[in-house]
């Protein structure tokens, strides 16, 4: 097939997309509260090879040289977060100022490019003082995430037409407070039920600030979201099984935004969630947002497995199956994924839009003479682009495309090992190198190559 930027439409938002906590480092500096993944990532081996991200891409400093490249990339959308403890370094009450110029600064340098800047509320970098007060699972975090929302919106809404309250709210709940494998580290299925009932209505209520303080404004929320299949097919345990992993990975979140309430009924267990739903609670929880953000890397296979609790399943990574091509993270590569994700979302009737807010590889770079040829990460987005390509001609309404990620940087608990830049870091000199990827989205925006 022959397509090319044009075949998207005039309206398709291209874009790149970047979390403060990956990249920026200066994690002290000019006024800036703790937040709980500095904390997080100064404990022994919770990171591997015990990296933190003190420094990162050092992109505190060095935003005017990446942002840049943006430009030079012809990328037109660029989204990423705000920290809120640089902001608000106590979580709430005093501002501080160093920390809004700051942002200003890096939005106005956007504008300037002619770049369009696109901002994520939450990225998963909770203030450590309100993780003091039991973080997400708090319910008082609804009236400090309105806090930090209206002072965003108040000193960035001049300039800021794009808004995202939260990214992925099931993996910081699931990964935060379920599993323990992300900040704050905790272990706790009732803590994981409260913060994933008061993150459901934080994404209501930030959007709800946003909306009442900027009307004309364009605001999402993201969600992550894997296709699931059963490893056995024809299984009806894997069945089942896939059945619940869905109700818990990718309905949980989304279903009571759109007005459907907690998938409880595919999942029993969540129904430890009731407990934390006060009267009028129903009524918070769902709103129009005017398009819902779709992260998508990869399709998972689950198999029904008796020893795992409440949900009795497992997902088989890609190195345990017979794949022939998986990423750094593990995850098998499959583009089709990001087609059946669109097409299931699209079947909700009430998303009047959908932007894939994320979409990228974690590949091993090789430098030889300057020069990063990374075609596996290059034919992974190609192949993505296409897909979403199929799903918007059969109908999707998806608006927009935004690749994971500008730079190399700090992937969590992945630590600096992952790579999923469209620029290469070397972390030891900070020297960025654009990668053969990054050069084939510059050409595909200006129309020199086509899928
Ligand atoms: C997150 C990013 C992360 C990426 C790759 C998404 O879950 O929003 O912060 O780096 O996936 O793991």
New binding site residues.
């Given amino acids: 097939m022959f397509i090319s930027r044009e075949g998207f439409g005039k309206d398709f938002s291209w874009g790149v997309?970047t979390?403060a906590f990956?990249i920026e480092g200066a994690t002290q500096k000019h006024g800036k509260g703790l937040s709980i993944w500095d904390d997080f990532t100064q404990k022994n081996n919770k990171i591997r090879n015990n990296h933190n991200a003190n420094i990162a891409c050092d992109y505190y400093h060095k935003y005017p040289e990446d942002i840049y490249h943006i430009k030079e990339l012809s990328i037109p959308n660029y989204r990423f977060s705000i920290s809120w403890a640089r902001i608000l370094p106590n979580g709430t009450g005093l501002i501080n100022q160093q920390g809004i110029d700051y942002y200003k600064r890096v939005i106005d340098y956007c504008l300037e490019l002619g770049i369009e800047p696109w901002i994520t509320l939450y990225?998963?970098d909770l203030p450590l003082e309100l993780e003091k007060k039991g973080g997400w699972s708090n319910r008082d975090i609804i009236h400090w995430f309105a806090e930090y929302a209206e002072v965003c919106v108040k000193h960035f809404g001049y300039a800021v037409k794009n808004w995202i309250v939260l990214?992925?709210p099931m993996?910081f709940t699931g990964a935060g407070y379920f599993l323990g494998v992300h900040a704050p580290g905790v272990k706790s299925l009732d803590k994981f039920m409260a913060a994933a009932h008061h993150a459901s209505l934080c994404q209501s209520i930030g959007a709800r600030i946003i909306k009442s303080y900027l009307p004309e404004s364009k605001v999402g929320t993201?969600f992550?979201y894997s296709h699931l299949e059963p490893y056995r097919l024809f299984h009806e345990k894997d069945e089942a099984a896939a059945k619940r992993v869905d109700a818990l990975l990718n309905r949980l979140f989304i279903e009571p935004l759109l007005g459907f309430g907690y998938p409880v009924k595919d999942l029993p267990f969540l129904s430890g969630i009731e407990k934390y739903i006060k009267s009028d609670d129903e009524k918070t929880l769902p709103f129009d947002m005017d398009f819902i953000g779709l992260?998508n890397?990869t399709r998972e296979m689950v198999k029904h497995s008796s020893v795992i609790p409440l949900i009795n399943a497992k997902i088989i990574k890609a190195s345990k199956r017979n794949v022939t091509s998986f990423t750094q993270?593990d995850w098998e590569v499959f583009p089709r994924a990001i087609y059946l994700s669109l097409k299931r979302l699209h079947a909700y009737k009430k998303i009047k839009e959908i932007i894939v807010t994320?979409n990228?590889a974690?590949f091993e770079d090789n430098i030889e003479n300057g020069i990063i040829n990374d075609e596996k990460r290059r034919k992974f987005l190609e192949d993505n682009i296409h897909e979403v390509y199929r799903a918007k001609k059969e109908g999707v309404n998806v608006k927009g495309y935004f690749i994971?990620?500008l730079t190399d940087?700090f992937?969590?608990a992945?630590g600096y090992h992952?790579r999923?830049g469209i620029i290469h870091i070397d972390f030891k000199t900070q020297k960025r190198t654009i990668k053969a990827s990054g050069n084939w989205y510059a050409q595909f925006l200006k129309n020199e190559v086509h899928l």
């Fill in positions: 997309s979390a990956q990225h998963w990214n992925e993996v993201t992550s992260q890397y993270m994320e990228g974690a994971w990620t940087n992937e969590w992945e992952p999923f």
